[in-house]
């Protein structure tokens, strides 16, 4: 939840020129308020957009909240769903996480799906318990032709905005689980699916954590709001 009009103007126009032929997929989800400005600023560049969060519902009584509709009204082609925060702040359960995740996939948005243990689970030894519990409730209501368009995000919850980081092999581990546990549902398309690292990656740790064999991008939060900081992480991508 940051930024405004006219930070929003700075940071898209950098961005957009720092970025105009990168060689990765690159994407901005941004506040719901901003879709249309970061829509008429990115429309015809290299960067796709989307948002932070969607509905479980299609329309209604449902003050507040935001349709996959409204979505593609602003030719989102992505969407976070599940994020730790809604997750924590939001007492969204997994199953609402796998009901928004239908939602994307019925209109053609990518949504960002996204796992991860707080500091109490991973001390535990309950990491893989926890993210595969997680995914396994999307994985459950999804067709296995589906598979393939989802994108899987691993926050680690305790490595969010604390400065911490999971050490590469760390991440790789789980990421690897992760690989792992998408090729029970469908062998070819678990090749496919980018899984994204979403725990305080930064410039000076994206080439290292980037390097592992199943770390396929990455989920970034703060390390977005500076534009020389995303487009060195783009730049290591």
């Not at 009204?73 to 809604?86: K, L, M, N, T």
């Not at 789980?174 to 090729?183: D, K, N, T």
């Not at 410039?203 to 970034?220: F, S, T």
Request: some cysteine.
């Amino acid at each position: 939840m940051n930024g405004s009009l006219v930070a929003n103007a700075a940071l898209l126009a950098e961005i957009k020129a720092g970025a105009a032929a990168p060689a990765c997929d690159v994407a901005l989800c941004v506040p719901a308020p901003y879709l249309a400005q970061c829509q008429a600023a990115l429309a015809g560049s290299a960067i796709a957009w989307g948002g932070q969060d969607v509905s479980a519902h299609t329309a209604g009584a449902y003050t507040g909240e935001v349709s996959v509709s409204m979505l593609e009204d602003f030719s989102c082609r992505y969407v976070i769903v599940g994020h730790s925060e809604r997750r924590a702040y939001h007492a969204e359960s997994d199953a609402v996480v796998a009901q928004k995740v239908l939602r994307a996939l019925e209109a053609g948005v990518t949504p960002i799906v996204c796992v991860g243990e707080t500091l109490a689970e991973r001390e535990a030894g309950q990491t893989e318990a926890v993210v595969g519990r997680q995914l396994d409730a999307v994985l459950n209501v999804l067709a296995d032709a589906d598979l393939a368009r989802i994108v899987v995000a691993y926050e680690p919850v305790w490595a969010i905005g604390t400065g911490k980081t999971a050490t590469p092999q760390m991440a790789q581990d789980v990421h690897l689980a992760l690989r792992a546990q998408l090729a029970k549902k469908n062998a070819a398309a678990a090749l496919e699916v980018k899984i994204l690292y979403g725990g305080s990656m930064k410039p000076d740790n994206a080439v290292e954590l980037l390097a592992m064999p199943d770390i396929d991008g990455g989920l970034i939060g703060g390390a977005a709001l500076k534009s020389a900081d995303f487009l060195a992480i783009i730049a290591a991508a």
